[in-house]
C-alpha cells in the first residue's frame, strides 16, 4: 500500500522568500506526482504535475522529482500571503486507480 | 460555470439516519472519485469508479454505497450515520483512471 508522507507539517515563511515543501513516498513503481493547493474551507487545485525525474515549473511553483530518493519536492518562489494554504502532494501509478495523499503542509506567507 | 457540482454543500444529520451526497461532471471525464477529509485525518480516497464500474474501494464500512446512475454521476449514500462520520466529502474527476484529477468544492456533513 502506498504511504505518502509531507514534511514540514507547517512552515512560516516571510512575503517574498523561497518555499520548499517535501513529500516522500513508498512505492517506486509510481509514476504521477501532483502538487495540490487547498485554501481554507475550499476544494482543492492542481498546481503542477510531474511524471520523470528532474523539474517541471508551472508559474511560480516547480516541482523536483527524485524518485532514486523516492522524493517529490515543491518550491514556491517569492510567495505571496495569498499562496497561504494547505499544499498536498498525490501519487499514483498511471495504470493504478486513484492517488494516495499525505496529509499536507499548512503554508503561512507573512506580508 | 462549475464543471463539478456537489449538492449539498452543508449537511446536517442525527446518528442512525441515512444521507446522500450528490456528484455531477461537466468534464466530460470517465472516472470518477470520492474522498473524505476531516480534522483529524487527512484526504482519504474512499471510491473510484470508472465508465460506471467500482475501480478501487478503500473504505471498511458498507454502509458507504457509492451510485452511479450515468457516467457523470456518482453519488455517495451513507447509512447508520455516526458522528465520527462527520467530514468533508469530495468528488473528483480525471480523463481516465491516474490521469489529473479535478475536485469539487465539497459536502461538509455534520452527524450530531
Known amino acids: 500500500q502506498q504511504k505518502v508522507q509531507q514534511s514540514p507539517e507547517s512552515l512560516t515563511v516571510s512575503e517574498g522568500a523561497m518555499a520548499s515543501l517535501n513529500c516522500t513516498f513508498s512505492d517506486r513503481s509510481s509514476d504521477n506526482f501532483r502538487w495540490y493547493r487547498q485554501h481554507s474551507g475550499k476544494g482543492l487545485e492542481v498546481l503542477v504535475s510531474i511524471f520523470s525525474d528532474g523539474e517541471k515549473e508551472e508559474g511560480s511553483f516547480t516541482a523536483h522529482l527524485n524518485r532514486a530518493s523516492l522524493h517529490v519536492f515543491l518550491h514556491i518562489r517569492e510567495p505571496q500571503p495569498s499562496d497561504s494554504a494547505l499544499y498536498l502532494c498525490?501519487?499514483?501509478?498511471?495504470?493504478?486507480?486513484?492517488?494516495?495523499f499525505g496529509a499536507g503542509t499548512k503554508l503561512s506567507v507573512k506580508p | 460555470d462549475p464543471k463539478i457540482i456537489q449538492k449539498p454543500k452543508y449537511l446536517v444529520a442525527v446518528t442512525g439516519s441515512e444521507k446522500i451526497l450528490i456528484c455531477e461532471q461537466y468534464l466530460g471525464h470517465n472516472a470518477m472519485y470520492w474522498y473524505r477529509q476531516s480534522a483529524k485525518k487527512p484526504l482519504e480516497f474512499m471510491f473510484s469508479?470508472?465508465?460506471?464500474?467500482?475501480?478501487d474501494n478503500q473504505t471498511a464500512s458498507s454502509r458507504f454505497q457509492p451510485q452511479s446512475s450515468k457516467k457523470n454521476h456518482l453519488d455517495l449514500q451513507i447509512t447508520a450515520l455516526k458522528p465520527d462520520d462527520s467530514a468533508t466529502y469530495f468528488c473528483?474527476?480525471?480523463?481516465?483512471?491516474?490521469?489529473?484529477?479535478?475536485f469539487g468544492p465539497g459536502t461538509r456533513l455534520t452527524v450530531l
Open positions: 498525490a501519487v499514483s501509478m498511471e495504470n493504478n486507480n486513484a492517488p494516495r
Open positions: 469508479y470508472s465508465y460506471q464500474k467500482l475501480m
Open positions: 473528483a474527476s480525471s480523463q481516465d483512471p491516474g490521469r489529473e484529477q479535478y
